[in-house]
C-alpha cells in the first residue's frame, strides 16, 4: 500500500480540480490512501476536502499552527503501507501517477527517495519572457523536460512530486518546520532541505520520468514583481541549507560572508548596464540574481548569532 499527502491553506480554488483528477487515479498494486492536512485555512477549504471523503480514500486532518512541514508532519502518524507521495494542492496528477511510483519503488529497492516529472499548468499562457528568461525550477518549480530516467541529485527532487519509503520517517526523519511556506515571508525550500538532509545519511534519489503531474501556475505569478519576490525567498532558502559551511568557512562581516555584498555590486553594474543599452533581459537577470543575494544576506542577518551545527 502507498499513502498520498499535501497540506493546504485557503486551496478552495484549486482543491476542487485537484481532487477530482484524483478519482480518475489508476489503482496501484496495493491499494492507496489519501491525506489532506487543513492548516488553519480561512476559507471553504475544510468543506471542500470533506465533500470528497465519500468518493475517495480520504483521511480529513487539521492543524491550527501555520507551517506546511509542520502540517505535513502531523500527517505522518496516519501513513499506512511502504510509500509516502507528497504534493500539493495545485497539483494535478496524471491518471498513471500512483502506478508508475508503485512500480519505480518496487524495481529499484536500493533506492529511498524517488522524484518525478512537473510540468506547467498554465492560468493564461504565458508571454515569451517567462519562457525564455524565467528558470522554471525556483520560481515555479518544474522539473527540465531534459531531465532523463536515472539517479538524480537531492537538490532536483521537487516537493510536487516526490515519494519516499515510509521507512525514512520511522527512522525518525522529520520536515524541518522552520523552513517553507508558513506565512507571507519564508525561507523556499522545504521539501529539498528534507531530501539533502537524507542523501547526507546515505540515502539516494531516483528520477521516475513515466510518473508526471501538472503545477498550477497563476496569472498573477506571471508579473515581475511576483516573481522577484520569489527570489529573494529562494535566496534564503539556499542559504539556510548552505550557512553551516558558510559560516565556517567564508569572511563575514557581522555574521554575513563578505562575499555577498560583492555580489550586489556586480550585479547593480549590470542592471544599469542593461538600462543603458536597454537590453531588457540583461536587466531582468541582474534582478533576479541580485534579489537571490539580497535574500542570502536577509537569511544570514536572521541565522546571525545562531550555533554552526556540525
Same mark, same amino acid.
Given at each position: 500500500?502507498? &499513502? ?16 477530482? /483528477?484524483?478519482?480518475?487515479?489508476? $489503482?496501484? &498494486? !496495493? +491499494?492507496?490512501?489519501?491525506?489532506? $492536512?487543513?492548516?488553519? %485555512?480561512?476559507?471553504?477549504? +475544510?468543506?471542500?476536502?470533506? %465533500?470528497?471523503? @465519500?468518493?475517495?480514500?480520504?483521511? #480529513?486532518? #487539521? ?9 505535513l508532519n502531523t500527517a505522518l502518524d496516519q501513513v499506512e503501507g511502504d510509500l509516502v507521495l507528497l504534493t500539493d494542492d495545485d497539483v494535478f496528477p496524471r491518471s498513471n501517477w500512483l502506478v508508475c511510483m508503485r ?7 536500493? #533506492? ?11 492560468? $493564461? ?5 517567462? =519562457?525564455?528568461? =524565467? ?10 523536460? %531534459?531531465?532523463?530516467?536515472g539517479p538524480m541529485a537531492p537538490g532536483s527532487v521537487y516537493g510536487p512530486n516526490m515519494a519516499v519509503r515510509t521507512e525514512i520517517f520511522r527512522q525518525g526523519f522529520r520536515f524541518d518546520p522552520t523552513i517553507g ?11 529539498? *532541505? ?9 540515502? %539516494?534519489?531516483?528520477? =521516475? ?9 497563476? @496569472? ?16 534564503? !532558502?539556499?542559504?539556510?541549507? &548552505?550557512? &553551516? *559551511? ?8 557581522? !555574521? ?23 537590453? @531588457?533581459?540583461?536587466?531582468?537577470? /541582474? ?5 537571490? $543575494?539580497?535574500?542570502?544576506?536577509? *537569511? ?11
Amino acid at each position: 500500500m502507498l &499513502t498520498v499527502m499535501f497540506a493546504t491553506r485557503n486551496g478552495m480554488h484549486t482543491l476542487p480540480g485537484v481532487l477530482s /483528477a484524483y478519482r480518475q487515479l489508476e $489503482v496501484p &498494486t !496495493g +491499494g492507496w490512501k489519501l491525506i489532506v $492536512v487543513d492548516n488553519a %485555512s480561512t476559507d471553504a477549504t +475544510g468543506e471542500i476536502i470533506k %465533500s470528497f471523503l @465519500d468518493r475517495l480514500p480520504l483521511t #480529513y486532518l #487539521y492543524e491550527e499552527k501555520p507551517g506546511k512541514n509542520l502540517a505535513l508532519n502531523t500527517a505522518l502518524d496516519q501513513v499506512e503501507g511502504d510509500l509516502v507521495l507528497l504534493t500539493d494542492d495545485d497539483v494535478f496528477p496524471r491518471s498513471n501517477w500512483l502506478v508508475c511510483m508503485r512500480n519505480a519503488a518496487d524495481s529499484l529497492p536500493a #533506492y529511498s527517495v524517488f522524484g518525478g516529472v512537473v510540468r506547467p499548468h498554465w492560468e $493564461v499562457m504565458p508571454p515569451n519572457w517567462i =519562457v525564455e528568461w =524565467v528558470p522554471g525550477g525556483p520560481v515555479f518549480t518544474l522539473t527540465p523536460p %531534459s531531465m532523463p530516467e536515472g539517479p538524480m541529485a537531492p537538490g532536483s527532487v521537487y516537493g510536487p512530486n516526490m515519494a519516499v519509503r515510509t521507512e525514512i520517517f520511522r527512522q525518525g526523519f522529520r520536515f524541518d518546520p522552520t523552513i517553507g511556506p508558513r506565512r507571507a515571508n519564508y525561507a523556499m525550500g522545504s521539501e529539498t *532541505e528534507f531530501v539533502v538532509r537524507l542523501a547526507k545519511h546515505g540515502h %539516494s534519489a531516483w528520477h =521516475v520520468r513515466d510518473a508526471e503531474v501538472e503545477h498550477f501556475i497563476r @496569472d498573477f505569478q506571471l508579473h515581475r514583481s511576483w516573481i522577484l519576490r520569489r527570489a529573494i525567498r529562494f535566496g534564503r !532558502g539556499h542559504y539556510r541549507m &548552505t550557512h &553551516t *559551511e558558510q559560516r565556517r568557512q567564508l569572511s563575514t562581516w557581522r !555574521g554575513i560572508p563578505r562575499h555577498l555584498f560583492k555580489q550586489l555590486l556586480v550585479q547593480t553594474a549590470l542592471v544599469l548596464k542593461g538600462a543603458a543599452c536597454f537590453d @531588457d533581459e540583461t536587466v531582468f537577470r /541582474a534582478r533576479w540574481t541580485f534579489n537571490v $543575494v539580497w535574500g542570502q544576506i536577509i *537569511e544570514a542577518r536572521n541565522l546571525r548569532g545562531q550555533p554552526v551545527s556540525a
